[in-house]
């Protein structure tokens, strides 16, 4: 286990790596860490700023950390700007495993959530949009989408990339011939602009989970092309070794010495392709949810929360609507690229013979 001793040492893959784990944790218990429905409108709480945590009330008495209920005055005819209205009269203390809206695990319901306010008081961690939605809860339901999007794509365009550049580069002659003139024509098409004009025909009365099996389907769909180019080549060398050689020569089918003796020696690339390649689908989402085209309202994904940057005014006046979704983003990017470069540098060959 040279190459895990190598990854362990590496300070970026670590880093990398662990924010990867923290995020996909949060994702899959967003029942319990997020503390409001993200579907659920507060009164009167359409664009609230992150909630201020206080510490003494108003006697100048400490009494821990606490919120006061928050809404959004009348509209100043004068000026067009709206002032928070605070209700000091109702401290709300900040407690962890409180309760709040229900929730199924397993068939079971729950209803305890990791932190919230106990009492009148919400806590928008990140405020609120123009919906009056918690856009901290909505971020953690819509992390669902976006970093699950990479995983399932994967899944989808390796084992066929693997498959197919295999078989190209076993069999060789007219099908590695034909194979590759099919890659070839799939590697021309600019991927960003097949999925704009696949995505604006979609049939409007899509659901989310439906449009995202189709989102999948076609990043999937242009992205196993470079990956059996690779294959190929590295299958018309490791076809020559005397492994291979006699397999052949007991009467092993084609089929089963590809699968089992010839595409687990390209297993190192193919762990390090894969790891640098779900960024490109989480991106590739978040492009078509930005523009319109992904995943819709009220359903929650970090693209479609970032579409909002098209509007200026907002970007000055509700940052908190921004740029969460796109630094969650570029950190889950990053964590994947510093990942895939130290995997790359654990299992490269001829560190390991060193």
Same mark, same amino acid.
């Given at each position: 286990?040279?190459?895990?001793?190598k990854l362990k040492k590496n300070p970026l893959a670590r880093f990398g790596a662990?924010?990867?784990? !923290?995020?996909?944790? &949060?994702?899959?218990?967003?029942? =319990?860490?997020?503390?409001?429905?993200?579907?659920?409108?507060?009164?009167?709480?359409?664009?609230?700023?992150?909630?201020?945590?206080?510490?003494?009330?108003? /006697?100048?008495?400490?009494?821990?950390?606490?919120?006061?209920?928050?809404?959004?005055?009348?509209?100043?005819?004068?000026?067009? @700007?709206?002032?928070?209205?605070? @209700?000091?009269?109702?401290?709300?203390?900040?407690?962890?495993?409180? /309760?709040?809206?229900?929730?199924?695990?397993?068939?079971?319901?729950?209803?305890?959530?990791?932190?919230?306010?106990?009492?009148?008081?919400?806590?928008n961690l990140l405020g609120t949009d123009e919906q009056a939605r918690d856009q901290?809860?909505?971020?953690?339901?819509?992390?669902?989408?976006?970093?699950?999007?990479?995983?399932?794509?994967?899944?989808?365009?390796?084992?066929?990339?693997?498959? *197919?550049?295999?078989?190209?580069?076993?069999?060789?002659?007219?099908?590695?011939?034909?194979?590759?003139?099919? +890659?070839? +024509?799939?590697?021309?098409?600019?991927? #960003?602009?097949?999925? *704009?004009?696949? /995505?604006?025909?979609?049939?409007?009365?899509?659901?989310?989970?439906?449009?995202?099996?189709?989102? *999948?389907?076609?990043?999937?769909?242009?992205?196993?092309?470079?990956?059996?180019?690779? #294959?190929?080549?590295?299958?018309?060398?490791?076809?020559?070794?005397? =492994?291979?050689? &006699?397999?052949?020569?007991?009467?092993?089918?084609?089929?089963?010495?590809?699968?089992?003796?010839?595409?687990?020696?390209?297993?190192?690339? +193919?762990?390090?392709? /894969?790891?640098?390649?779900?960024?490109?689908? #989480?991106?590739?989402?978040? *492009?078509?949810?930005? !523009?319109?085209?992904? !995943?819709?309202q009220p359903d929650p994904s970090w693209g479609n929360m970032l579409s909002l940057?098209?509007?200026?005014?907002?970007? +000055?006046?509700?940052?908190?609507?921004?740029?969460?979704?796109?630094?969650?983003? #570029?950190?889950?990017?990053?964590? =994947?690229?510093?990942?895939?470069?130290?995997?790359? @540098?654990?299992?490269?060959?001829?560190?390991?013979?060193?």
């Amino acid at each position: 286990m040279d190459w895990w001793q190598k990854l362990k040492k590496n300070p970026l893959a670590r880093f990398g790596a662990l924010v990867l784990i !923290i995020f996909y944790l &949060a994702v899959l218990a967003a029942d =319990f860490v997020a503390p409001y429905d993200p579907y659920a409108s507060q009164p009167d709480g359409g664009l609230l700023p992150p909630t201020q945590i206080y510490w003494r009330n108003q /006697a100048g008495q400490f009494i821990g950390p606490h919120v006061y209920p928050t809404v959004q005055g009348p509209v100043d005819i004068n000026t067009g @700007d709206r002032k928070l209205i605070i @209700d000091r009269s109702q401290p709300s203390p900040l407690r962890l495993f409180v /309760a709040g809206h229900s929730y199924k695990i397993l068939g079971l319901e729950f209803k305890r959530h990791l932190f919230g306010a106990a009492g009148p008081a919400r806590f928008n961690l990140l405020g609120t949009d123009e919906q009056a939605r918690d856009q901290f809860s909505r971020l953690l339901y819509g992390g669902r989408i976006s970093l699950s999007i990479g995983l399932v794509g994967v899944a989808i365009s390796f084992p066929l990339g693997m498959l *197919v550049g295999g078989i190209s580069g076993f069999f060789g002659g007219f099908t590695d011939s034909f194979l590759m003139r099919l +890659v070839e +024509v799939l590697m021309t098409i600019p991927s #960003i602009y097949l999925l *704009v004009a696949l /995505a604006a025909v979609l049939p409007p009365g899509l659901t989310s989970a439906q449009r995202f099996l189709l989102i *999948v389907l076609i990043t999937s769909f242009i992205s196993w092309a470079g990956l059996a180019r690779v #294959i190929r080549g590295q299958v018309l060398s490791i076809k020559q070794r005397e =492994f291979v050689q &006699a397999a052949t020569a007991m009467g092993g089918q084609p089929f089963y010495i590809i699968v089992r003796h010839i595409l687990p020696q390209t297993a190192t690339y +193919v762990i390090i392709s /894969a790891t640098l390649s779900i960024p490109s689908f #989480i991106v590739a989402e978040s *492009v078509l949810s930005l !523009i319109g085209l992904g !995943i819709q309202q009220p359903d929650p994904s970090w693209g479609n929360m970032l579409s909002l940057a098209t509007n200026a005014s907002i970007l +000055v006046l509700q940052p908190w609507l921004v740029w969460p979704p796109a630094l969650l983003i #570029i950190l889950t990017v990053l964590s =994947f690229n510093v990942l895939g470069d130290g995997l790359r @540098d654990a299992l490269d060959p001829r560190s390991l013979q060193r």
